[in-house]
């Protein structure tokens, strides 16, 4: 079969590869769609600590260099091992892969209670090894694979991995209806957390500041109050889309000024980092209320600086979430149920899977901004 291997950051390529089988309490999936994740092309520019080297095999897969790539999948199954549960599971259910993996160990605190996503050793299939959604098949053991409802379509089916990071952030923040949120950052997680504040409360306020102006317009077409970037100079005027200036706290100043006059002075109730700077984070806290929350989702490539002075004058709290575990089934449920609007205008450009490469990967690799490669899926067949 063909599939996507990863060499190492700068190489990466669609080779002819051994088809898997299902052993045991495996499942045999034949892919439709897999995102392409920001993940996938950081490791792309750089090497991620997480994934294996070609020295140093992954510490739960025991896997070195190459594997095969991709985790935000969706397909059908193809085969069923001999002890899978049948009263669950049959071939040509559509299904998606929940990827996150542990160590196992019985002495592991995290996998034990079954929150694989804090395990010291945690990673993902598709990134660490096990095979990958860039591929014709994966086979995976069935404690991973979630049905889909009929009425939830593939190609959306393949969003629920990264809509799953968004539902837990909004889940683990404790939102209630009629709380007002600003969303730092207006990427694929940024505009997931917007989907899943407005599933619950299709009224409540969300603001949201991003520097891509094709990313705002997205975000504004879903329900979103847009802000001006959060790194744009001052303006004596409404908010616009300005471009990109070093005086940033000028800029924060008039942002969470702006949010200010929105919310009667009062300040946000709940802020979400989905951007992963400095000034991102600083503007939550800015822009939030008295004794109001910040959920950090924005894996972050260096410390932040954060005014601790703000958090203890204001008596906030700040939390984080890591990826997720323990929702993907209520997930899927509110997305068979209709609570998710335009879910697929959010997909918003499919490559095939010899292109994977060349139109997608690299693609991203220059520019992350452009909303037609968010979400990017790969037809594999």
């Not at 591929?135 to 053991?141: D, L, M, N, R």
């Not at 990826?323 to 509110?334: F, K, M, N, R, S």
Request: contains cysteine.
């Amino acid at each position: 079969m063909r599939a996507v291997k990863y060499y190492g950051p700068g190489e990466m390529r669609v080779e002819e590869v051994p088809e898997p089988s299902a052993n045991d309490t495996q499942i045999k999936i034949k892919i439709a769609w897999c995102g392409i994740c920001g993940t996938d092309v950081h490791c792309y520019m750089h090497q991620i600590p997480f994934t294996p080297s070609t020295v140093e095999p992954n510490k739960v897969t025991g896997e070195t260099l190459p594997i095969i790539f991709g985790h935000e999948m969706s397909g059908t199954i193809s085969e069923l091992g001999p002890l899978v549960d049948k009263t669950r599971f049959s071939v040509g259910q559509k299904v998606v892969v929940e990827p996150t993996i542990g160590c196992m160990k019985p002495t592991c605190a995290a996998c034990q209670a079954g929150t694989l996503n804090i395990c010291p050793m945690t990673g993902s299939i598709g990134l660490c090894g096990f095979g990958g959604g860039l591929a014709e098949y994966i086979t995976v053991q069935q404690h991973c694979v979630h049905v889909l409802p009929p009425n939830v379509p593939l190609d959306v089916g393949a969003c629920i991995e990264p809509l799953a990071v968004a539902w837990y952030a909004v889940k683990r923040s404790e939102f209630t209806p009629g709380q007002t949120v600003l969303i730092c950052g207006g990427g694929p997680i940024g505009l997931f957390i917007l989907k899943c504040i407005k599933s619950i409360d299709p009224t409540s306020q969300v603001f949201l500041t991003e520097p891509s102006q094709i990313r705002r317009e997205t975000a504004s077409k879903h329900g979103a109050t847009i802000l001006n970037d959060y790194s744009a100079p001052l303006s004596t005027t409404a908010p616009t889309f300005s471009s990109p200036s070093s005086d940033t706290q000028t800029s924060l100043s008039y942002l969470s000024s702006q949010i200010l006059s929105y919310t009667n002075k009062i300040g946000v109730d709940l802020a979400f980092d989905a951007a992963g700077v400095s000034s991102s984070i600083n503007l939550a806290l800015q822009s939030l209320k008295t004794r109001g929350k910040l959920v950090a989702v924005a894996t972050w490539g260096k410390m932040a600086e954060v005014d601790l002075n703000l958090v203890l004058k204001k008596e906030l709290w700040i939390g984080g979430i890591y990826a997720y575990t323990g929702v993907h089934p209520e997930l899927i449920q509110a997305v068979a149920d209709g609570r998710f609007k335009g879910l697929d205008e959010l997909i918003t450009k499919r490559i095939k899977l010899e292109d994977v490469v060349e139109k997608g990967i690299k693609v991203l690799s220059v520019d992350k901004s452009e909303s037609k490669y968010q979400c990017s899926k790969c037809n594999n067949l």
